[in-house]
């Protein structure tokens, strides 16, 4: 069974960082021929892309660009964001995306709070 497992969220203090992981099991093809995203859905709003990674590079939702950094390490199978200068606005549950082709997995999600 395919199996995307977040981690690292929590509660930060605004203009703080935070560092979420996702770990990847039960894929088919080799990590490495992935497209590994990370989204987010903050209450009354839909899910949006945050930051994307994939062999042509990375990308970056203009909301978080400049703040954030996304790194996966296919020997491991994981996918990591770092996430600096925090925002209450980037308040949301995080979610980890693989994607090959037509075939796409997510994780559960990791709650991100910020506030003072």
């Known amino acids: 069974q395919v199996q995307l497992v977040e981690s690292g969220g929590g509660l930060v203090q605004p203009g703080g960082s935070l560092r979420l992981s996702c770990a990847a099991s039960g894929l088919n093809m080799y990590f490495s021929n992935y497209d590994m995203s990370w989204y987010r859905q903050a209450p009354g709003k839909e899910r949006e892309l945050v930051a994307k990674?994939?062999?042509?590079?990375?990308r970056y939702a203009d909301s978080v660009k400049g703040r954030c950094i996304i790194s996966r390490d296919n020997a491991k199978n994981t996918v990591a964001l770092q996430m600096n200068s925090l925002r209450p606005e980037d308040t949301a549950v995080y979610y980890c995306?693989?994607?090959?082709?037509?075939?796409?997995?997510w994780g559960q999600g990791t709650q991100v709070t910020v506030s003072s």
């Open positions: 990674i994939t062999s042509a590079g990375e």
């Open positions: 995306k693989a994607q090959y082709f037509q075939f796409a997995y």
